[in-house]
């Protein structure tokens, strides 16, 4: 069983950046596809970032694309969200989630973490 925590939330002024992290324990989290998801108040969780295994694959959301980076240091089990440039509306809990998949698809993430809120302010 994958237990996921993640990190690195706050409160930031739009235009500034922010790393998340996302620690994992419990698995051999070098075979996992990673992700980070976001949800906001009273919108649907989405899409932002993956990453294969040994981080030779990422998907993005076209929202995020050239803003944020996805990136994994297996020998630490943990996995990052670096984002610059945020905006007001990228104001969300972020998740990290894990599947034993090799693709960085979208769907089918079987473990996710309690989130990290991210606030940015205008």
């Known amino acids: 069983q994958v237990r996921l925590a993640e990190s690195g939330g706050g409160l930031v002024q739009a235009g500034g950046s922010l790393r998340l992290s996302c620690a994992a324990s419990?698995?051999?989290?070098?075979?996992?596809?990673m992700a980070w998801f976001r949800q906001a108040d009273g919108k649907e969780r989405e899409f932002v970032a993956a990453i294969t295994w040994l981080g030779l694959s990422t998907n993005y959301a076209d929202s995020v694309k050239g803003r944020f980076t996805i990136s994994r240091d297996n020998a630490k089990n943990t996995m990052y969200l670096q984002m610059i440039n945020l905006k007001p509306e990228e104001t969300a809990v972020y998740y990290c989630?894990?599947?034993?998949?090799?693709?960085?698809?979208?769907?089918?993430?079987?473990?996710w973490g309690q989130g990290t809120q991210v606030t940015v302010s205008s």
């Open positions: 419990g698995g051999t989290f070098s075979r996992y596809t």
């Open positions: 989630a894990a599947k034993n998949s090799q693709t960085p698809g979208r769907g089918g993430y079987v473990y």
